[in-house]
């Protein structure tokens, strides 16, 4: 029986493989430092994005049946990003859901944007709801509110997604969740009354 000597061909060359991986991992462990001083550095801050306007463009409520009714909605939002960090944001898309009592109406949806270091732009989306039918209790109690009322609550709920980039790099997202209380009056065509939280803070 004979046993495989290596050759000095494939022993150099485990050998150059050996080096080009430890090269490959050290040139990894420098981009990795050079990354977390630069985020030292920078200190980044979690983007602010706030609802500063509702505006209610239509609003209807009819019975279709006894213990139905459909409702048709037309919400305009306009939101205030602020970015205070040294480096830019970049903002992937987001989509706000419109309640009445739990149930999701409509969805409105903004789409993904990029926001340069020390800067403030507004971005804004339509929520349309076409004659969504509510049964029994819920028409009931739409129709009472918005009839008998004036007042009818709704609620808007959303989660932004955002990223800071750093010198070409892209960090972990982040995230803030929108929660909004609004009240309408459907005589008005108005909102009469916003209250929001965002990650629990309310503002």
Partial sequence: ??????????????????????????IALLILVIILVIVLAVKP????FDLQQVEVQ????????PSSAAVSL????????????KVGIKYSESKFTVMYRGIPLGRGIVPGFYQPAH??????????????????TDAANLIRDASLNDRVEL???????????IL?????GVQVSVDCA?????????????????DGLSV
């Fill in 1 to 26: 029986m004979s046993t495989r000597v290596p050759t000095r061909a494939s022993a150099s060359f485990r050998g150059c493989f050996c080096c080009l991986f430890l090269l490959f991992v050290c």
């Fill in 45 to 48: 801050k979690k983007p602010e």
């Fill in 58 to 65: 239509y609003v209807g409520i009819s019975p279709t049946t």
């Fill in 74 to 85: 037309t919400i305009h939002m306009l939101f205030t990003a602020v970015n205070d960090n």
């Fill in 119 to 136: 800067s403030v732009r507004q971005v804004e989306t339509t929520i349309a709801v076409d004659r969504v039918s509510l049964l029994q």
């Fill in 155 to 165: 609620r808007v709920e959303g989660d932004i997604g955002a990223k800071i980039r």
């Fill in 168 to 172: 070409g790099f892209t960090s972990p």
């Fill in 182 to 198: 609004i009240v309408i009056s459907p005589r008005k065509q108005a909102v009469t009354s916003k209250q929001c939280g965002f």
